[in-house]
C-alpha cells in the first residue's frame, strides 16, 4: 500500500493467487475466454494460467504508477507470456492504462517495486537488465497508447 502518509494522496493495493480462494475468480479463470484471446496473441495452440493479480488504486491516488514491463516480474524465460488487463470498474483517461507502442521488443528491463521504486533483489539480477528509460519516455519522444474504459 502506498500513499497513506506523505506527499501522495490515495492508496494503492495489490494482491495475487486469489483465484483459488474466491469462487467468482476460479469461475471467470476456467470459463472466460482470456485464455483463449491470450493464445491467439502469442499464436499458441494451448496456454497456461500463471496467477492473477489483483490491483486497486483509489480515485485521487496522485501518484502515478511507474512505468514497467510485466515480464521482469515473472519467474518466467521466453517470450510467449501474456498479460489481460481486464479493470472492473470505468477508468477515465486520465487515470488509465498507458503503453508504450513497441516495447515488448526493448528487451527485459530491472523490476522495481512500486511504492518505493528501488529495484528487486539487485544483487542478483543480471547485469543484462536495464533500468527504463522513464526520461525517454516522458519525453513524448515515444508514441504511448491509451483509452478510457467505460
Same mark, same amino acid.
Given at each position: 500500500v502506498? =500513499? +497513506?502518509?506523505g506527499e501522495n494522496t =490515495? $492508496?494503492?493495493?495489490?494482491d495475487?493467487?486469489n !483465484?483459488k480462494?474466491?469462487?467468482?475468480?476460479?469461475e471467470?479463470?476456467?470459463h472466460s475466454p482470456?485464455?483463449?484471446?491470450?493464445g491467439n &496473441?502469442m499464436e499458441?495452440e494451448?496456454?497456461k494460467?500463471y496467477?492473477?493479480h489483483? &490491483?486497486?488504486?483509489?480515485?485521487? $491516488?496522485?501518484?502515478? $504508477?511507474?512505468?514497467?514491463h /510485466?515480464?521482469?516480474y515473472y @519467474?518466467i524465460? =521466453?517470450?510467449k507470456v501474456?498479460? *489481460? !488487463?481486464m479493470?472492473?470498474d470505468p477508468i477515465?483517461?486520465d %487515470? $488509465?492504462? +498507458?503503453?508504450?507502442r513497441g516495447?515488448?521488443?526493448?528487451g527485459w528491463f530491472?523490476?522495481?517495486?512500486?511504492?518505493t521504486?528501488? /529495484?528487486?533483489? @539487485?544483487?542478483?539480477l543480471p547485469? %543484462? #537488465?536495464? %533500468?527504463?528509460?522513464?526520461e525517454e *519516455?516522458?519525453?513524448?519522444?515515444? #508514441? *504511448? &497508447?491509451e !483509452? %478510457?474504459i467505460?
Open positions: 502506498w =500513499g +497513506r502518509t =490515495g $492508496t494503492y493495493f495489490n495475487y493467487c !483465484w480462494k474466491i469462487p467468482e475468480f476460479q471467470f479463470v476456467e482470456a485464455a483463449e484471446i491470450a &496473441l499458441c494451448w496456454v494460467f496467477h492473477e489483483v &490491483l486497486n488504486k483509489e480515485p485521487g $491516488t496522485e501518484k502515478p $504508477t511507474p512505468w514497467h /510485466d515480464q521482469s @519467474p524465460n =521466453g517470450d501474456c498479460s *489481460i !488487463w479493470p472492473v477515465p483517461l %487515470s $488509465t492504462l +498507458r503503453l508504450v516495447s515488448h521488443q526493448w530491472k523490476p522495481r517495486k512500486f511504492a521504486e528501488n /529495484d528487486y533483489l @539487485p544483487q542478483i547485469d %543484462s #537488465y536495464d %533500468s527504463i528509460p522513464v *519516455i516522458d519525453s513524448g519522444k515515444h #508514441y *504511448i &497508447l !483509452w %478510457s467505460e
